[in-house]
T-cell receptor, first 111, second 114 residues
Framework: DQQVKQNSPSLSVQEGRISILNCDYT??????FLWYKKYPAEGPTFLIS?????DKNEDGRFTVFLNKSAKHLSLHIVPSQPGDSAVYFC??????????FGAGTILRVKS | DAGVTQSPTHLIKTRGQQVTLRCSPK?????VSWYQQALGQGPQFIFQ???????QRGNFPDRFSGHQFPNYSSELNVNALLLGDSALYLC?????????????FGEGSWLTVV
C-alpha cells in the first residue's frame, strides 16, 4: 500500500517558467512533509518542508503548498532553471523521524 | 561541520556473501535511519537506531541487521546477499527531538550483487 504517491514520473518545463510537482498521501498521521532533490550518484538533498499545521511554506524560488482536506501537496519552483533538472522526491514523516517516500518525479528544465 | 558520511561509496559482492556499510551522522544528531533505494523507486525505510537500539523497522527480512555505537555512528549488515539486494543504501541522520525538517542524507553506498 503506497502511502505517498507521485503520479507524474516526469515533467518538462521551459527555463524561466514555473515547475509544479505534485504529491498525494493517504495517512492522516503524517506530521511533516519534505521535498528532496536528487542527482544521479548522489544522496537526496533537503529542499524545503512543511508542517501539517501549515498550508504554505516559502524559501526563495521554492514554495510548498499543503491541502490537508485533499491530502495533497505541491512544490512550486519559480523561475525554473536548468540546474533544477533532477529527480524530486516527496517524503512524509511518521513517528520518530521515519520517512515514507514517493517514487519521485524527474524534472527537466529546458534552456 | 561534516554532514552525513557513508562508506564505502561503491562495492561489488557475490551472491551469498555478507556486507557491512557504515555511516557517521551529522554533528549533533543522535538518530540514524537506513534506507534502500532500488532503481526507479523512492527510498524504502529499513530500520532506525536511537540510543544504540533498533527503534523502528520496515518490511525487510532478518538478513538485514544493524548496530549503533556510543558515538552515534551506525552499521548496516546484510547477510546471504541476493541479486535483488543490489541498490543504493542511504543513511539518514536526525536529532530525536528535532523538527521534521532536520533529516539529512549521506551520499549513499552503491551495492552491486553479482
Amino acid at each position: 500500500d503506497q502511502q505517498v504517491k507521485q503520479n507524474s514520473p516526469s515533467l518538462s518545463v521551459q527555463e524561466g517558467r514555473i515547475s509544479i510537482l505534485n504529491c498525494d498521501y493517504t495517512n492522516s498521521m503524517f506530521d511533516y512533509f519534505l521535498w528532496y532533490k536528487k542527482y544521479p550518484a548522489e544522496g537526496p538533498t533537503f529542499l524545503i518542508s512543511i508542517s501539517s499545521i501549515k498550508d504554505k511554506n516559502e524559501d526563495g524560488r521554492f514554495t510548498v503548498f499543503l491541502n490537508k482536506s485533499a491530502k495533497h501537496l505541491s512544490l512550486h519552483i519559480v523561475p525554473s532553471q536548468p540546474g533544477d533538472s533532477a529527480v524530486y522526491f516527496c517524503a512524509a514523516r511518521e513517528y520518530g523521524n521515519k520517512l515514507v517516500f514517493g517514487a519521485g518525479t524527474i524534472l527537466r528544465v529546458k534552456s | 561541520d561534516a554532514g552525513v558520511t557513508q562508506s564505502p561509496t561503491h562495492l561489488i559482492k557475490t551472491r551469498g556473501q555478507q556486507v557491512t556499510l557504515r555511516c557517521s551522522p551529522k554533528s549533533g544528531h543522535d538518530t540514524v535511519s537506513w534506507y534502500q533505494q532500488a532503481l526507479g523507486q523512492g527510498p524504502q525505510f529499513i530500520f532506525q537506531y536511537y540510543e544504540e537500539e533498533e527503534r523502528q523497522r520496515g518490511n525487510f527480512p532478518d538478513r538485514f541487521s544493524g548496530h549503533q555505537f556510543p558515538n552515534y555512528s551506525s552499521e548496516l549488515n546484510v547477510n546471504a546477499l541476493l541479486l535483488g539486494d543490489s541498490a543504493l543504501y542511504l543513511c539518514a541522520s536526525s536529532f530525536n527531538r528535532g523538527q521534521g525538517n532536520t533529516i539529512y542524507f549521506g551520499e549513499g553506498s552503491w551495492l552491486t550483487v553479482v
